[in-house]
């Protein structure tokens, strides 16, 4: 049984759902085939800053999260040994920086708003892709119920084991060294926790508490895999007492070990923490024929400087909007549909390109910093590095996508 379909997005979470929302939103329907029988929601949090939240606005979504989630009002960076590294303002104006906003979102009422916006039939589940091959100007996705489909358009959103980005010829992943755990916590009454997003950074680790509403608390903590931890995931409660360990060593109050305490967690207890390198970037293949990536399968990078949701948003907006010109305006200089479709792609490519390796490469470097061990670095790290990691975190978000 073969079906043909305009544009596929291989992948239901948030690149594929937003990107599928943005072209829904300009009148172009699309298929989303997502290999799980349901939306997938772990990961509990995503750091939303100011491009994501302009790129939410773009796709009419952005009021109806903010209400559900506390304004951030302040970045502090603590040091393990309790001392404050740097403590500046994330709402509002800020220098020159211009406007920033941050909140801390729930994932699966980002996922299920972003759904529920589009038409029942758009998410196909259960629809894992075994391979792809051309056919023509078409896409052939042979799928492991037997089932074909032929795409006039092929996105992958797939994240960071993507088939598309496989099928482009993308490098494998490379393995950063070091692991994460996360959880959530929802308190019956409100929480004691500042709004904002609090670091505590050394000795080979990285934790983070986030607010996401009056009653809810996002946290994780990322550390150097060694022979000392290697068995800390074997269950929730042991990566909860690593965790718990960690923190008390900060000198944390003891709100923050309750907070641990009574966190939900899921059943993935801890995640390698993996990127694609971004000298890779320089010379790939984002896109071919009528083919590209976009989200985690383009630009998977370390959680370090919260950009992977926010920059998944950036490229539905900036992909919906290109893809949308080609289809819907008129016909340039002649060109028929699929040479249309190519330019397309290739103008998202360029213009996502730089800014992946961006994100890449300065997660990567902001996370070695705030993780080394080595006394040295430390003693560096606190007294010049920290600026500079904060100026990343503030002056990285200031960017537009412009809109659909």
């Known amino acids: 049984m073969e079906a043909i379909e305009d544009i596929v997005i291989v992948g239901a979470g948030l690149a594929g759902l937003a990107t ?32 994501a939240w302009r790129a939410m606005d773009a796709l009419g979504i952005g009021d109806k999260l903010r209400e559900h989630h506390v304004l951030g ?22 220098g020159k920086s211009g406007f920033l906003e941050f909140r801390c979102v729930k994932r699966d009422l980002l996922l299920k708003t972003l759904k529920d916006e589009l038409p029942t039939d758009t998410i196909r589940y259960s629809s894992k892709i075994v391979s792809i091959e051309k056919d023509g100007n078409l896409k052939l996705l042979h799928l492991v119920d037997g089932s074909i489909i032929k795409a006039k358009v092929l996105i992958g959103c797939d994240g960071v084991n993507s088939v598309v980005a496989k099928y482009l010829g993308l490098k494998k992943l490379s393995y950063s060294g070091r692991m994460a755990t996360r959880g959530l916590t929802e308190y019956e009454s409100e929480h004691c926790f500042k709004p904002g997003f609090l670091q505590i950074i050394g000795g080979g680790h990285r934790a983070g508490i986030i607010p ?25 409660e042991k990566m909860k007492d690593y965790a718990i360990r960690n923190l008390k060593n900060a000198n944390v109050s003891e709100g923050t070990i309750e907070l641990i305490k009574q966190s939900e967690m899921g059943n993935v207890v801890s995640t390698p923490l993996k990127y694609r390198s971004p000298f890779s970037l ?23 400087i ?42 998202f490519a360029k213009e996502r390109r730089w800014r992946s390796i961006k994100l890449i490469a300065l997660s990567y470097f902001v996370g070695f910093i705030q993780q080394n061990a080595d006394p040295f670095m430390s003693f560096i790290r606190e007294r010049l590095l920290t600026r500079l990691i904060a100026n990343i975190y503030i002056n990285f978000p200031i960017y537009d996508c412009g809109k659909l």
Request: proline content about 1%; aromatic content about 6%; hydrophobic content about 35%.
């Open 282 to 304: 320089l010379f790939s293949k984002i896109t071919e024929d009528n083919v590209c990536v976009a989200g985690d399968a383009l630009h998977a990078t370390t959680p370090e």
């Open 212 to 236: 996401c509403s009056e009653k809810s608390v996002y946290w994780f903590l990322t550390w150097i895999a060694s022979e000392e931890n290697k068995n800390v995931d074997e269950s929730i």
């Open 306 to 347: 919260g950009q992977g949701g926010c920059m998944a948003l950036e490229d539905s907006v900036v992909l919906a909007r290109c893809l949308s010109e080609a289809l819907l305006g008129s016909k340039k200089g002649g060109y028929g549909e699929y040479e249309r479709i190519q330019g397309a792609l290739k103008k």
């Open 20 to 51: 599928a929302l943005g072209l829904h939103r300009k009148g172009i329907k699309c298929l989303i085939l997502e290999a799980s029988p349901e939306l997938r929601a772990s990961g509990f949090g995503f750091t939303m800053w100011t491009n």
């Open 73 to 94: 009002e302040r970045l502090t960076i603590l040091s393990t040994s309790g001392k404050t590294l740097s403590d500046d303002c994330i709402s509002g104006v800020h």
